[in-house]
C-alpha cells in the first residue's frame, strides 16, 4: 500500500509499504478514505527529529474510513463494512485511568519506558511508535472500544474531526471552566482555536475574543461571532483584551498555540525580530489576559521543561491551570449528535484543501509555511 512516510527534517515521502495485517485479536484493518494533518504533525515535521521518530514511520493521527477485517474480539464490535472515525490515542476502555475518562493516559498502552501517557497513532516512539492512518490501509488497536462508528450518508468531513480537533477543542472548552455568560479568549486561530470558539459559543460563553496574526485565520473566526485581536496590531494582547473586558480581563482563556511547530533556527530569529511572534509568548499573553481567579486552559502541546509562565504572578492572581491531550472517547458521544442534526458547529468550513495522498510532501509544506490559505488539508487516499 502507499502511506506516508518520515524521512527526516521536512523530508516527508509518499512510499510503498506492506498492507498491514491482524496481529490481536482486538485489532481491525481500516480502509481509508480521509485523513487529516494536524498542527501536532508539524511538530514531527519540524523539530522532533531522531530518535523520538526513525526513519521508515507511517504519520498520522486523523483519519476514518471502512472496516476491512475484524479480530475476534474487535469482531464483538465492529463489522466489515462499518463506517467508522479512529480517536488518535489508543486506549483499552476498562482500565482503572480509562474507567475515569482518562483515555490519554490509558494504563493498558502507557508507554512506560518514556514516561509517557497512551500509546498514539503516528506520533513518535515515545507514544509506542504505531503506524499512522495517512496510509490506504491502517491496523487499529483496541478496536474492540476504540472507533467511533459513523452512520453512512453524510460526507466525510462531517466526522472526520472526531478523531482529534473536536473532542480536543471540546475538552479545551469544558477544562476552561467558563462561567455561565462568562467569557473567553482563544489564543492561536488554528483549527483547534477556531472550534474552541464556535463550542464555546455554542454552550452559552456572552463574549469569545480569538487572537493570532494570519489574516484568513482572524477572518475565518470573525465570521462564526468571534471578536478578534490581531497580534500584528502590536499592542499588548493582555492590555488590549482587559480594555475590551471592563479593565478585569476573561474569565477564561484558552492556549490553542502550542510550543514547536514553528520553532528551529530561523523562526528563533524572525521571532527575536518580532517579523513572527513567539509562540511561547501566546501562553503568557493567555495567563494575562485572564481576570483574578480565572481559568487557563492548555491545549497546544508543549514538550520539555520549559520554565512555565511566571508561576509568582500566577499565584498571586490564583489562575487554575488544567492542560493534557483529548481524552477522545470521553467526549465523542457528547459531540455526535451536533453533527448529525446538521452542522452547527460549521466543521463542513474548516478544511481549505483536499487533497490526494500522494501530495503529502506539498501539501505539508504548504500547512507548515500557511501558504495558499492552508488551514486544514484532507488527504484522500
Ligand atoms: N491537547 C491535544 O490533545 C491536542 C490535540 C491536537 C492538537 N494539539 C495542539 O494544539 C495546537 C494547535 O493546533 P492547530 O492544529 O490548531 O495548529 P496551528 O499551528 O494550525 O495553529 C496555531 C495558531 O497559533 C498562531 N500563533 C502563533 N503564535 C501565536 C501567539 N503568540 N499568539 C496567538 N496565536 C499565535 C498561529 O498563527 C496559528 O494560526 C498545536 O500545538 C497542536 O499540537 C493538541
Ligand atoms: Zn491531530
Ligand atoms: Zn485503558
Redesign the pocket.
Known amino acids: 500500500m502507499k502511506a506516508v512516510v518520515w524521512h527526516g527534517k521536512e523530508d516527508v515521502r509518499v512510499d510503498s509499504v506492506p498492507d498491514p495485517r491482524i496481529e490481536e485479536e482486538t485489532d481491525a484493518i481500516i480502509r481509508i478514505t480521509s485523513t487529516a494533518i494536524?498542527?501536532?504533525d508539524?511538530?514531527l515535521y519540524g523539530v522532533i527529529g531522531r530518535p523520538f521518530m526513525r526513519e521508515g514511520d507511517i504519520l498520522g493521527h486523523e483519519p476514518m474510513g471502512i472496516v476491512e477485517e475484524v479480530g475476534g474480539r474487535a469482531g464483538e464490535r465492529l463489522s466489515p463494512g462499518d463506517r467508522v472515525v479512529i480517536p488518535?490515542n489508543i486506549s483499552c476502555g476498562d482500565c482503572w485511568l480509562c474507567r475515569q475518562g482518562l483515555q490519554?493516559q490509558c494504563e493498558t498502552t502507557q508507554n512506560r519506558d518514556w514516561k509517557k501517557g497512551a500509546s498514539l497513532f503516528g506520533y513518535t516512539h515515545m507514544y509506542g511508535g504505531v503506524a499512522g492512518g495517512q496510509a490506504e490501509y491502517l491496523r487499529v488497536p483496541m478496536a474492540h472500544y476504540g472507533p467511533i462508528k459513523v452512520p453512512d450518508g453524510p460526507p466525510d468531513e462531517r466526522f472526520l474531526y472526531l478523531s482529534?480537533?473536536l473532542p480536543?477543542a471540546w475538552?479545551?472548552v469544558q477544562y476552561a471552566e467558563i462561567p455561565d455568560g462568562g467569557t473567553l479568549a482563544v489564543?492561536?486561530?488554528?483549527?483547534?482555536?477556531?472550534l474552541c470558539c464556535r463550542i464555546a459559543l455554542h454552550l452559552g460563553a456572552e463574549r469569545v475574543f480569538g487572537?493570532?496574526?494570519?489574516p484568513e485565520?482572524l477572518a475565518l473566526a470573525q465570521r462564526f461571532g468571534v471578536d478578534t485581536v490581531d497580534?500584528k496590531g502590536g499592542d499588548s494582547?493582555p492590555a488590549v483584551i482587559r480594555e475590551l473586558t471592563g479593565g478585569r480581563g476573561v474569565d477564561s482563556a484558552i492556549d490553542?498555540?502550542?510550543?514547536?511547530?514553528?520553532a528551529g533556527p530561523v523562526a528563533e530569529i524572525l521571532q527575536k525580530t518580532k517579523i513572527?511572534?513567539?509562540?511561547?509568548?501566546?501562553l503568557v499573553?493567555a495567563a494575562r489576559s485572564l481576570k483574578r481567579g480565572g481559568t487557563l486552559s492548555i491545549?497546544?502541546?508543549?514538550v520539555g521543561a520549559v520554565p512555565l509562565a511566571p508561576i509568582g504572578e500566577l499565584f498571586d492572581r490564583q489562575i487554575t491551570i488544567r492542560?493534557?491531550?483529548?481524552n477522545v472517547r470521553r467526549w465523542t458521544d457528547d459531540i455526535l449528535p451536533l453533527l448529525t442534526d446538521g452542522d452547527p458547529l460549521g466543521v463542513a468550513e474548516l478544511a481549505t484543501h483536499r487533497l490526494p495522498l500522494a501530495d503529502a510532501p506539498r501539501a505539508y509544506e504548504i500547512?507548515q509555511k500557511?501558504q495558499e490559505g492552508a488551514?486544514?488539508i484532507v488527504l484522500q487516499p
Open positions: 494536524c498542527g501536532s508539524l511538530h488518535f490519554s482529534d480537533v480536543t475538552q479545551a489564543h492561536g486561530l488554528g483549527p483547534i482555536g477556531q487572537v493570532d496574526h494570519v485565520r497580534l494582547v490553542a498555540v502550542g510550543l514547536e511547530a514553528e513572527v511572534p513567539d509562540r511561547f509568548g501566546g499573553a491545549t497546544g502541546v508543549y492542560m493534557g491531550q483529548a500547512f500557511k488551514v486544514k
